[in-house]
């Protein structure tokens, strides 16, 4: 099967972190993905479209603004910066049931044909649980998109460690056949997610400090976060994408 490519030479990337159910992961990813992105000095605009508490705007806001879904100016955004701005990475932290407003702004704005003459390489990850529903809406994406979009798969051991029913699915092999990477996000110990939210920390500050208003994490657990950072940094780079 043909795996798509674009026409013109990549001169931009836009990462869109999706996965349309909640509660799956993407705003880990999206901070993930970004921390990756500032450590190893690339540089980036965030996007985050979730109207209540977008994650990338609390952890990240020096790099990131708002996007509206419902709004077609502010999806337009998206695209112009990865125009005007060559060589710089967009990362789009995509809300819970945002897929088909984003669906109906690309479809009437013709983004994939403008992103392959523009040599934008677009790319969306499916981050999923270990629950039916990611598969189903896995299996919605490929309907829709077929190799029309470039496509990681991000299987987050964050939210499940058994992936069983995605392998018995064989909707992971359809996805591979179309060109799709894939990613397992390794767990990261829930106490030391926990205390690195409740201070607004990012990954940068929550290994780093040890003030009284920071995150408060222990050795060990700054020792733990250094190794899971390590693996996921790895697993980016392993893809190809960034």
């Given at each position: 099967?043909?795996?798509?490519?674009?026409?013109?030479?990549?001169?931009?990337?836009?990462?869109?972190?999706?996965?349309?159910?909640?509660?799956?992961?993407?705003?880990?990813?999206?901070?993930?993905?970004?921390?990756?992105?500032?450590?190893?000095?690339?540089?980036?605009v965030?996007?985050?479209?979730?109207?209540?508490?977008?994650?990338?705007?609390r952890?990240?806001?020096?790099?990131?603004?708002?996007?509206?879904?419902?709004?077609?100016?502010?999806?337009?955004?998206?695209?112009?910066?990865?125009?005007?701005?060559?060589?710089?990475?967009?990362?789009?932290?995509?809300?819970?049931q945002?897929?088909?407003?984003?669906?109906?702004?690309?479809e009437?704005?013709?983004?994939?044909?403008?992103?392959?003459?523009s040599?934008?390489?677009?790319?969306?990850?499916?981050?999923?649980?270990?629950?039916?529903?990611?598969?189903?809406?896995?299996?919605?994406?490929?309907?829709?998109?077929?190799?029309?979009?470039?496509?990681?798969?991000?299987?987050?051991?964050?939210?499940?460690?058994?992936?069983?029913?995605?392998?018995?699915?064989?909707?992971?092999?359809?996805?591979?056949?179309?060109?799709?990477?894939?990613?397992?996000?390794?767990?990261?110990?829930d106490?030391?997610?926990?205390?690195?939210?409740?201070?607004?920390?990012?990954?940068?500050?929550?290994?780093?400090s040890?003030?009284?208003?920071?995150?408060?994490?222990?050795?060990?657990?700054?020792?733990?976060?250094?190794?899971?950072?390590?693996?996921?940094?790895?697993?980016?780079?392993?893809?190809?994408?960034?």
């Amino acid at each position: 099967m043909e795996i798509p490519t674009l026409t013109n030479p990549v001169v931009s990337k836009v990462h869109l972190i999706g996965g349309e159910k909640g509660g799956v992961g993407k705003s880990m990813v999206s901070r993930l993905l970004a921390q990756y992105f500032i450590d190893h000095e690339l540089p980036f605009v965030g996007f985050d479209t979730d109207r209540s508490h977008g994650s990338l705007l609390r952890f990240y806001a020096d790099y990131t603004s708002p996007a509206l879904v419902d709004r077609y100016e502010a999806l337009d955004a998206i695209i112009e910066t990865a125009v005007e701005e060559p060589g710089r990475r967009v990362l789009v932290d995509l809300a819970a049931q945002t897929q088909d407003g984003l669906i109906k702004w690309m479809e009437d704005s013709g983004v994939l044909d403008m992103a392959d003459v523009s040599g934008i390489a677009l790319y969306y990850w499916h981050v999923m649980d270990s629950g039916r529903d990611s598969v189903d809406l896995l299996t919605r994406l490929l309907d829709r998109f077929g190799q029309r979009l470039q496509y990681v798969i991000v299987r987050n051991e964050l939210r499940g460690d058994d992936f069983g029913q995605l392998d018995r699915s064989g909707q992971l092999d359809r996805a591979r056949g179309l060109g799709a990477r894939v990613m397992n996000l390794k767990k990261l110990q829930d106490a030391v997610v926990q205390k690195i939210d409740a201070r607004n920390a990012s990954f940068w500050a929550a290994r780093h400090s040890t003030a009284p208003d920071g995150p408060s994490l222990g050795l060990m657990e700054r020792q733990r976060l250094k190794m899971w950072l390590a693996s996921g940094f790895a697993s980016i780079e392993s893809l190809g994408v960034v």
